[in-house]
């Protein structure tokens, strides 16, 4: 609980001074932008036509597109989406509000949590094994399991998809997560 309380406390911090900086479209690497922003829409665009590219279907059901809508349609989606890095040790960089409160964090603290994190043995031994087919052919599957909240709390998901998100030169900028069906056991 302690620990909660000082990530609440920085995150609200960190958004005063993001809200009193005289540039919102700062770039140093620990405020991420915040929803809404033209980075935030670019990053929601990718993600939906990664998707689509990969798996042949919508992840949104609105077929609006407009950028402000995508963003927002994702942020309300009832699955968790998170994104994460493409670094050696990758931190989640990006999760819809459903992906916030599976993971128990902030837009803020989020860059925090590293992906090996919330992955038991099992979860890290099979995301391993998968994560040449995500980066190869685009995507993988993963049959349902138990991952962790950043508080610890164990997390049941029915499924997952995996996928790789390209930007508009088509190179991977990050890795995708739909954590479907979950909930706290």
């Not at 919102?24 to 935030?40: I, V, Y």
């Not at 992906?99 to 992906?115: H, K, N, P, R, S």
Request: contains cysteine.
């Amino acid at each position: 609980m302690a620990r909660q309380y000082v990530r609440s406390i920085i995150s609200s911090v960190q958004r005063v001074a993001l809200a009193l900086s005289p540039s919102h479209l700062s770039s140093h690497a620990g405020l991420r932008s915040p929803l809404g922003t033209p980075e935030a829409q670019t990053l929601a665009r990718w993600i939906c036509n990664s998707y689509r590219c990969y798996l042949g279907v919508e992840l949104l059901k609105s077929s609006n597109e407009g950028g402000e809508s995508i963003l927002k349609s994702l942020w309300h989606h009832s699955d968790a989406i998170m994104c994460c890095s493409l670094k050696a040790l990758p931190v989640f960089t990006f999760a819809n509000q459903a992906g916030l409160d599976m993971l128990e964090t902030t837009l803020v603290a989020l860059q925090d949590i590293t992906l090996e994190k919330i992955f038991d043995d099992h979860g890290r031994k099979t995301l391993c094994s998968e994560f040449p087919q995500i980066m190869q052919q685009g995507f993988a599957c993963l049959q349902g399991g138990i991952c962790l909240s950043s508080m610890g709390r164990p997390v049941s998901y029915e499924r997952a998809v995996a996928w790789k998100v390209l930007n508009e030169e088509e190179t991977a900028h990050c890795m995708c997560f739909l954590f479907v069906n979950w909930s706290f056991v």
